[in-house]
């Protein structure tokens, strides 16, 4: 379990366990939008079960580095920079959150 920490919401003076207090993240997760309208819907979630006995099998390189992904590894399965709807393929997780952490800086 995380430590508790201020809320970073200027102004607020409630503990945060996660990125937020309480009432600051369920603001936080009405602005981000629904699963679908982030670009994970039933589309999604089908590609990922298709994925995942190849990745389990070893069979599978990080679409971004090339890299292989180990056997049964976690893997998140990539978007495409520019177009939410289409689906890269299966990446390793540096490389994910490295993208949507280089992406999220383009909007602040």
Same mark, same amino acid.
């Given at each position: 379990? *995380?430590?508790? $920490?201020?809320?970073?919401?200027?102004?607020?003076?409630?503990?945060?366990?996660? @990125?937020?207090?309480? !009432? /600051?993240? #369920?603001?936080? =997760?009405?602005? $981000?939008? &629904?699963?679908?309208? #982030?670009?994970?819907?039933? !589309?999604?979630?089908?590609? $990922?079960?298709?994925?995942?006995?190849?990745?389990?099998?070893?069979?599978?390189?990080?679409? #971004?580095? &090339?890299?292989?992904? !180990?056997?049964? *590894?976690?893997? /998140?399965?990539? /978007?495409?920079?520019? =177009?939410?709807?289409?689906? @890269?393929?299966?990446?390793?997780?540096?490389?994910?959150?490295?993208?949507?952490?280089? &992406? &999220? *800086?383009?909007? $602040?």
């Amino acid at each position: 379990m *995380a430590m508790k $920490r201020n809320c970073p919401k200027p102004n607020c003076i409630k503990t945060a366990d996660g @990125r937020y207090c309480t !009432e /600051h993240n #369920r603001e936080h =997760d009405k602005q $981000r939008g &629904s699963k679908k309208q #982030r670009g994970y819907g039933k !589309e999604f979630q089908r590609d $990922r079960k298709q994925w995942k006995p190849l990745v389990d099998a070893g069979l599978v390189d990080c679409w #971004r580095c &090339s890299k292989p992904l !180990e056997p049964g *590894a976690a893997f /998140h399965l990539g /978007h495409d920079d520019n =177009d939410r709807t289409i689906i @890269r393929g299966p990446e390793c997780p540096p490389c994910n959150l490295s993208a949507a952490g280089k &992406s &999220s *800086a383009l909007y $602040r």
